[in-house]
C-alpha cells in the first residue's frame, strides 16, 4: 500500500473548514468526516505558547529576530488558547472516532466583517488512526508497536520515532536475525541490520534510514514530523515487500514454472 502524503504530512494546526481527509480505523476504505455539532471548545488559561518565543533561532540577526517575536506575538494574541474534543464519523461505515487536543479560535475585533475558521492541533485519537493498514500478515508484535506508534503521533513524535525503531527490532526477532554474536555479546540494531543484509540485500539501506529516525527519537527527543512520517512509509515498503509482495510472487513462481512445464513436454 502507498501511504497518502498529502494525508499525512501535512502539519498542524488545521483549519476547523478543511481538515485532512483521515482514513477509518475500523474499516480501513472510508474518511473520516467532523461532526460538527459534537465539537466543544474551552478557553485555556494559557495564552502563549512558549515555542514561538525562539531567539535562539536568530543568534546572526537580533534584529530581524526581535521584529519576528513582536509580528508573532501580536498574531498570536489575535487567538485564544483553548481545548477541544469532538468526534470524527466515517463515511463509509457510519463508526465514530473521538478526538481531542489543543486549538485556537480567532479573536475578531469589531471592526472585522469575516470571521476565521478555528485551529486545531490534535493530540490523541480513540481508536487510534493508522497511518498505513496494518496487514494481519504482518508479526502481532510489529503490529501492536505500530499501533502504539500512531496512538502518539501527534502527541509525541519524538517517543512515536522510538517505537518505530523497536518494531523494527521485534521485526528482525521475527525473522531470526541473531540477538547476540558468537561469543555471547549482545549485538546491535546497526550490527543485526547488517547481519540481515545477506538475506534481502535491497532492503538494509531502508532498514537503516529507519534506524536513524529511531535513534533521533531516543537520544535528542526531537523528530521532525516529516521524518516520522517519512520512516512509516519506508517501514509500509519494507513490510509490504516482505509480507505480501513475497506470498505474491511465490505464487506467481509457482504459476510460471507450471506454465513453462506444460510448454517443455509439448
Ligand atoms: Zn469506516
Redo the contacts with the bound molecule.
Keep these: 500500500m502507498t501511504i497518502n502524503t498529502d494525508i499525512w504530512k501535512k502539519s498542524p494546526p488545521f483549519s476547523v473548514n478543511s481538515l485532512p481527509k483521515w482514513p477509518?480505523p475500523?474499516?480501513?476504505?472510508?474518511t473520516l468526516a467532523i461532526d460538527y455539532k459534537t465539537l466543544k471548545f474551552k478557553k485555556s488559561k494559557r495564552q502563549f505558547d512558549p515555542d514561538y518565543f525562539k531567539m535562539d533561532d536568530f543568534e546572526d540577526n537580533f534584529l530581524l529576530g526581535v521584529l519576528t517575536v513582536l509580528s508573532t506575538a501580536i498574531e498570536k494574541a489575535s487567538w485564544v488558547q483553548s481545548r477541544f474534543v469532538g468526534f470524527l464519523d466515517?463515511k463509509?461505515?457510519?463508526?465514530t472516532v473521538s478526538f481531542t487536543g489543543r486549538a485556537e479560535i480567532y479573536r475578531k475585533n469589531p471592526q472585522e466583517k469575516i470571521d476565521r475558521p478555528a485551529r486545531l492541533y490534535p493530540e490523541f485519537f480513540s481508536p487510534s488512526i493508522q497511518v498505513f493498514s496494518l496487514s494481519e500478515l504482518y508479526p502481532e508484535n510489529v503490529r501492536k508497536l505500530l499501533l502504539k506508534s500512531f496512538s502518539l503521533m501527534f502527541s509525541d513524535p519524538a517517543s512515536a520515532a522510538n517505537i518505530v525503531r523497536r518494531s523494527l527490532e521485534a521485526l528482525l526477532d521475527e525473522l531470526e536475525v541473531e540477538k547476540v554474536n558468537g561469543k555471547g555479546k549482545k549485538l546491535n540494531l546497526f550490527q543485526r541490520i547488517a547481519l540481515f543484509e545477506h538475506q534481502v540485500p535491497d532492503l538494509t539501506g531502508m532498514l537503516n534510514a529507519i534506524r536513524f529516525v529511531g535513534n533521533e527519537g531516543s537520544h535528542s527527543g526531537d523528530v521532525s514530523r516529516a521524518d516520522l512520517m517519512d520512516s512509516y512509509e519506508i517501514l509500509d515498503y519494507v513490510l509490504d515487500d516482505l509480507y505480501l509482495r513475497s506470498k505474491t510472487r511465490a505464487r506467481v513462481q509457482r504459476l510460471s514454472q507450471k506454465v513453462s512445464s506444460s510448454y517443455s513436454n509439448k
Design positions: 477509518c475500523f474499516c480501513g476504505k472510508g466515517c463509509s461505515c457510519g463508526d
